[in-house]
């Protein structure tokens, strides 16, 4: 994506660099999808012509059309992959979807703009891996049976993979996810890729409140619930799914839940509330929808730090929206 000073810095260290600019690409994908479109309304505005007519025009059209639209979906796949890239580490990611692209600045990453990305030859090869084997996990939980080696080792490969992990989890479910967790403890390597996965698909898939309720109402049922919380607590969820943890956490912060194993005065639900207080987005939103569950809970626990920062940032989302109200009279 030429013209991008990221892009520019990172040729001038170094002549073989590839990159993407995840911005830049997003506004490519606009335009992909644009030219696609209007080439498809020139053709069917100019579809009936007279015999006479020569249509060597009409199929080099057709040809570029065709070719045109089958770019938006392999940008769309570069662009998810940069983004989990840049965004590893837990760090929230630009939004992701054709309605919002270009919203946020992503960065620029070599990440998915070589030849191949990831490991898949395209989309639907990456979805088609991660929905096979989820249903390899369920056979295996189901049977009684440990989750078979090659897909550990897959999932361990392919965390980073929006489409993969989009696959994965569409198809296992939140009682799937929390047997897949459930299945991982005792090995780091396995956690790691369950959390980083789970975080990555949580942008990808709507992952709401009814969906982590059932996520962690079956690993509650086997004895792992605050391993669950540990491993979304840490995945980098999406803001949507941060704010949902966190009002679970809010609407059940005096219950203990089976298997908890937080010491007290910790309270139970602390790790659930950490994310969206740690996103001032996810914090302002949480506060705005469920602001009188965040002043009964810090009234409950007012030396909890996540309690405390969820409020400060709801405090300080308010004077931010007064401010040109009250400048105005």
Do not use: C
Not at 17 to 43: E, K, P
Not at 231 to 253: M, P, S, W
């Amino acid at each position: 994506m030429a013209g991008q000073d990221g892009l520019r810095a990172s040729a001038a260290r170094d002549k073989d660099f590839v990159g993407i600019d995840t911005a830049a690409m997003a506004r490519l994908i606009q335009q992909m999808t644009s030219a696609s479109d209007a080439i498809t309304a020139w053709l069917r505005t100019n579809a009936a012509l007279p015999p006479s007519v020569p249509r060597t025009g009409l199929h080099q059209a057709a040809a570029v059309e065709s070719w045109a639209r089958a770019q938006p979906g392999m940008l769309s796949r570069r662009r998810s992959y940069a983004i989990a890239h840049l965004s590893k580490g837990a760090a929230d990611m630009p939004r992701v979807g054709t309605g919002h692209l270009g919203a946020r600045t992503g960065g620029t990453t070599s990440a998915g703009a070589g030849h191949t990305v990831g490991h898949f030859p395209d989309a639907h090869a990456a979805t088609r891996a991660g929905s096979a084997d989820a249903a390899a996990i369920h056979a295996a939980v189901t049977a009684g049976h440990p989750i078979p080696a090659a897909v550990w080792k897959r999932l361990a490969t392919d965390a980073d993979d929006p489409d993969y992990v989009k696959g994965l989890y569409a198809r296992l479910g939140p009682a799937g996810a929390a047997d897949l967790i459930g299945a991982a403890l005792g090995h780091e390597v396995r956690v790691a890729a369950v959390r980083e996965s789970l975080g990555l698909a949580s942008h990808h898939l709507r992952m709401s409140e009814t969906w982590l309720r059932d996520l962690l109402g079956e690993a509650s049922r086997k004895g792992v619930h605050d391993d669950a919380v540990g491993v979304l607590e840490h995945a980098g969820l999406d803001r949507r799914a941060k704010v949902a943890l966190a009002h679970i956490g809010l609407t059940h912060l005096g219950a203990v839940p089976p298997g908890h194993r937080i010491p007290v005065p910790d309270p139970p639900h602390e790790a659930m509330l950490r994310p969206a207080a740690a996103d001032p987005e996810a914090a302002a939103e949480l506060h705005a929808r469920h602001s009188e569950a965040v002043r009964g809970a810090l009234a409950a626990f007012p030396t909890s730090p996540a309690l405390q920062r969820l409020s400060a940032q709801g405090d300080d989302t308010a004077r931010l929206v007064a401010s040109p109200t009250e400048e105005a009279s």
